[in-house]
Protein backbone atom coordinates (compact mmCIF):
# COMPACT_ATOMS: atom_id res chain seq x y z
CA UNK A 1 0.00 0.00 0.00
CA UNK A 2 1.77 3.06 -1.11
CA UNK A 3 -0.48 5.74 0.44
CA UNK A 4 0.69 9.19 -0.65
CA UNK A 5 3.64 9.34 -3.62
CA UNK A 6 5.26 12.38 -4.20
CA UNK A 7 8.06 12.74 -6.92
CA UNK A 8 10.12 14.14 -6.92
CA UNK A 9 12.11 13.99 -3.87
CA UNK A 10 15.17 16.93 -4.33
CA UNK A 11 14.29 19.77 -7.25
CA UNK A 12 16.90 22.52 -8.16
CA UNK A 13 15.36 24.88 -10.30
CA UNK A 14 16.20 28.17 -12.16
CA UNK A 15 14.71 31.18 -11.38
CA UNK A 16 12.05 31.92 -13.69
CA UNK A 17 12.10 28.19 -14.61
CA UNK A 18 8.49 26.20 -14.65
CA UNK A 19 8.42 22.79 -13.48
CA UNK A 20 5.18 20.59 -11.86
CA UNK A 21 5.39 18.77 -8.78
CA UNK A 22 3.62 15.31 -8.58
CA UNK A 23 1.35 13.44 -5.89
CA UNK A 24 -0.60 10.51 -6.10
CA UNK A 25 -2.44 8.64 -3.49
CA UNK A 26 -4.16 4.79 -4.16
CA UNK A 27 -6.42 5.08 -1.15
CA UNK A 28 -9.36 6.62 -2.74
CA UNK A 29 -9.14 9.81 -0.94
CA UNK A 30 -11.48 12.63 -2.30
CA UNK A 31 -9.77 15.14 -0.31
CA UNK A 32 -6.33 16.26 -1.29
CA UNK A 33 -4.12 19.09 -0.64
CA UNK A 34 -0.46 20.59 -0.57
CA UNK A 35 1.53 22.37 1.65
CA UNK A 36 4.56 24.29 2.15
CA UNK A 37 6.96 24.26 4.89
CA UNK A 38 9.41 27.16 6.01
CA UNK A 39 11.27 27.45 8.63
CA UNK A 40 9.63 28.47 12.48
CA UNK A 41 6.14 28.65 10.07
CA UNK A 42 4.59 25.47 10.21
CA UNK A 43 3.00 23.95 7.05
CA UNK A 44 1.08 26.88 5.06
CA UNK A 45 -1.89 25.79 2.74
CA UNK A 46 -1.12 26.21 -0.81
CA UNK A 47 -4.56 24.69 -2.72
CA UNK A 48 -6.45 21.77 -2.09
CA UNK A 49 -9.30 19.89 -3.63
CA UNK A 50 -12.50 18.07 -2.74
CA UNK A 51 -13.03 15.66 -5.23
CA UNK A 52 -12.45 15.58 -8.99
CA UNK A 53 -13.00 18.48 -11.06
CA UNK A 54 -13.12 20.66 -7.91
CA UNK A 55 -9.92 22.94 -6.81
CA UNK A 56 -9.66 25.82 -4.61
CA UNK A 57 -7.09 28.27 -3.25
CA UNK A 58 -5.76 28.10 0.26
CA UNK A 59 -3.35 30.45 2.26
CA UNK A 60 -0.17 31.07 -0.37
CA UNK A 61 -1.98 30.13 -3.87
CA UNK A 62 0.06 32.79 -5.85
CA UNK A 63 2.70 31.43 -8.13
CA UNK A 64 1.23 28.01 -8.19
CA UNK A 65 -1.55 26.18 -9.94
CA UNK A 66 -3.16 23.02 -9.44
CA UNK A 67 -5.79 20.24 -11.25
CA UNK A 68 -7.82 17.35 -10.18
CA UNK A 69 -8.51 15.67 -13.17
CA UNK A 70 -8.99 12.42 -11.44
CA UNK A 71 -8.96 11.46 -7.44
CA UNK A 72 -5.68 10.12 -7.56
CA UNK A 73 -3.38 12.48 -8.85
CA UNK A 74 -3.22 15.81 -7.67
CA UNK A 75 -0.14 17.84 -9.40
CA UNK A 76 0.75 21.43 -8.60
CA UNK A 77 2.13 23.42 -11.12
CA UNK A 78 5.41 26.33 -10.62
CA UNK A 79 4.34 28.73 -12.91
CA UNK A 80 7.76 30.70 -12.74
CA UNK A 81 9.60 29.80 -10.01
CA UNK A 82 11.11 32.71 -7.59
CA UNK A 83 13.55 32.08 -4.81
CA UNK A 84 10.54 32.74 -2.30
CA UNK A 85 9.54 29.25 -3.39
CA UNK A 86 12.59 27.24 -2.17
CA UNK A 87 10.54 25.17 0.34
CA UNK A 88 9.76 21.72 1.43
CA UNK A 89 6.36 21.03 -0.48
CA UNK A 90 3.81 18.40 0.92
CA UNK A 91 0.91 16.58 -0.56
CA UNK A 92 -1.72 15.30 1.26
CA UNK A 93 -5.26 13.10 1.33
CA UNK A 94 -8.04 12.54 3.72
CA UNK A 95 -11.06 9.94 3.09
CA UNK A 96 -12.99 12.97 4.37
CA UNK A 97 -12.96 16.68 6.79
CA UNK A 98 -12.94 14.50 9.63
CA UNK A 99 -10.10 11.92 9.42
CA UNK A 100 -6.72 12.90 9.47
CA UNK A 101 -4.65 13.70 6.43
CA UNK A 102 -1.93 11.45 4.96
CA UNK A 103 0.92 13.43 4.05
CA UNK A 104 3.90 12.33 1.13
CA UNK A 105 7.49 12.34 2.03
CA UNK A 106 7.73 15.68 0.63
CA UNK A 107 9.39 17.33 -2.16
CA UNK A 108 12.59 19.48 -1.42
CA UNK A 109 12.97 22.46 -3.77
CA UNK A 110 15.41 24.63 -3.87
CA UNK A 111 15.51 27.74 -6.73
CA UNK A 112 18.55 30.08 -7.29
CA UNK B 1 -9.68 32.45 10.42
CA UNK B 2 -8.48 30.33 12.15
CA UNK B 3 -5.42 30.23 14.15
CA UNK B 4 -3.12 27.90 16.05
CA UNK B 5 -0.23 28.82 18.51
CA UNK B 6 2.86 26.97 19.74
CA UNK B 7 4.45 29.33 21.39
CA UNK B 8 7.37 27.41 23.04
CA UNK B 9 9.51 26.66 19.46
CA UNK B 10 12.49 24.36 20.86
CA UNK B 11 12.65 22.26 23.89
CA UNK B 12 14.89 20.58 25.81
CA UNK B 13 14.90 17.66 28.20
CA UNK B 14 17.11 14.88 29.83
CA UNK B 15 15.62 11.65 28.75
CA UNK B 16 13.15 10.15 31.40
CA UNK B 17 11.83 13.80 32.38
CA UNK B 18 8.22 14.48 31.70
CA UNK B 19 7.17 17.49 28.66
CA UNK B 20 4.64 19.12 27.95
CA UNK B 21 4.09 20.93 24.60
CA UNK B 22 1.49 23.72 24.43
CA UNK B 23 -1.46 24.47 21.62
CA UNK B 24 -3.24 27.00 22.22
CA UNK B 25 -5.91 27.76 18.88
CA UNK B 26 -9.00 30.29 17.79
CA UNK B 27 -11.67 29.19 15.71
CA UNK B 28 -15.40 30.56 15.01
CA UNK B 29 -16.51 27.11 14.34
CA UNK B 30 -18.50 25.00 16.56
CA UNK B 31 -17.44 21.90 14.93
CA UNK B 32 -13.45 21.68 14.26
CA UNK B 33 -10.76 18.57 14.43
CA UNK B 34 -7.53 19.02 16.60
CA UNK B 35 -4.53 17.22 15.57
CA UNK B 36 -1.10 16.32 16.36
CA UNK B 37 1.56 15.33 14.04
CA UNK B 38 5.62 14.53 14.77
CA UNK B 39 8.17 14.91 12.11
CA UNK B 40 11.03 13.66 13.11
CA UNK B 41 14.27 14.33 11.55
CA UNK B 42 14.06 12.10 8.67
CA UNK B 43 11.37 14.67 7.56
CA UNK B 44 8.22 12.84 7.26
CA UNK B 45 4.59 13.63 9.29
CA UNK B 46 3.56 11.49 11.07
CA UNK B 47 -0.42 11.19 12.73
CA UNK B 48 -0.36 11.28 16.51
CA UNK B 49 -4.26 11.98 17.60
CA UNK B 50 -7.24 13.39 16.31
CA UNK B 51 -10.02 15.03 18.64
CA UNK B 52 -12.85 16.74 18.20
CA UNK B 53 -14.55 19.86 19.24
CA UNK B 54 -17.03 17.72 21.29
CA UNK B 55 -15.03 15.55 22.84
CA UNK B 56 -13.25 16.99 26.01
CA UNK B 57 -12.26 13.54 27.13
CA UNK B 58 -8.68 13.35 28.06
CA UNK B 59 -6.35 10.68 26.16
CA UNK B 60 -3.52 8.45 27.24
CA UNK B 61 -1.51 6.28 24.81
CA UNK B 62 1.21 4.69 25.77
CA UNK B 63 3.62 7.78 27.37
CA UNK B 64 1.35 10.30 25.40
CA UNK B 65 -1.57 12.29 26.65
CA UNK B 66 -3.54 15.31 25.57
CA UNK B 67 -5.57 17.40 27.64
CA UNK B 68 -8.08 19.24 25.74
CA UNK B 69 -9.63 22.07 27.43
CA UNK B 70 -12.49 24.09 24.98
CA UNK B 71 -12.67 26.68 28.12
CA UNK B 72 -8.86 27.72 27.41
CA UNK B 73 -8.85 26.81 23.58
CA UNK B 74 -5.74 24.42 24.44
CA UNK B 75 -4.80 20.73 23.45
CA UNK B 76 -2.16 20.45 25.22
CA UNK B 77 0.59 17.21 24.86
CA UNK B 78 2.42 15.66 27.37
CA UNK B 79 5.54 12.85 26.89
CA UNK B 80 5.91 10.61 30.25
CA UNK B 81 9.53 9.67 30.46
CA UNK B 82 11.24 11.44 27.65
CA UNK B 83 13.46 9.19 25.23
CA UNK B 84 15.80 10.11 22.64
CA UNK B 85 13.52 9.27 19.95
CA UNK B 86 10.96 11.54 21.13
CA UNK B 87 12.96 14.02 19.22
CA UNK B 88 11.71 15.56 16.44
CA UNK B 89 9.28 18.61 15.81
CA UNK B 90 5.81 18.54 16.95
CA UNK B 91 3.00 19.94 14.99
CA UNK B 92 -0.78 20.86 16.25
CA UNK B 93 -3.50 21.85 13.50
CA UNK B 94 -6.90 22.35 13.35
CA UNK B 95 -9.28 21.50 11.07
CA UNK B 96 -12.66 24.25 10.67
CA UNK B 97 -15.24 24.89 8.57
CA UNK B 98 -13.44 26.95 6.11
CA UNK B 99 -10.51 25.98 3.31
CA UNK B 100 -12.75 22.66 2.56
CA UNK B 101 -11.41 21.71 6.16
CA UNK B 102 -7.93 21.68 5.44
CA UNK B 103 -5.29 22.14 8.54
CA UNK B 104 -4.25 25.42 9.77
CA UNK B 105 -0.89 24.72 11.82
CA UNK B 106 1.13 26.14 14.62
CA UNK B 107 4.52 26.86 13.80
CA UNK B 108 5.58 23.62 15.46
CA UNK B 109 8.32 22.48 18.42
CA UNK B 110 11.14 21.42 18.53
CA UNK B 111 11.67 18.86 21.18
CA UNK B 112 15.23 17.81 21.85
CA UNK B 113 15.87 15.03 24.34
CA UNK B 114 19.20 14.38 25.93
CA UNK B 115 20.37 11.07 26.67
Known amino acids: NAGVTQTPKFQVLKTGQSMTLQCAQDMNHEYMSWYRQDPGMGLRLIHY???????DQGEVPNGYNVSRSTTEDFPLRLLSAAPSQTSVYFCASSYDRTQPQHFGDGTRLSIL | AQKVTQAQTEISVVEKEDVTLDCVYE???????LFWYKQPPSGELVFLIRRNSFDEQNEISGRYSWNFQKSTSSFNFTITASQVVDSAVYFCALSGNNAGNMLTFGGGTRLMVKP
Open chain 1, 49 to 55: SVGAGIT
Open chain 2, 27 to 33: TRDTTYY
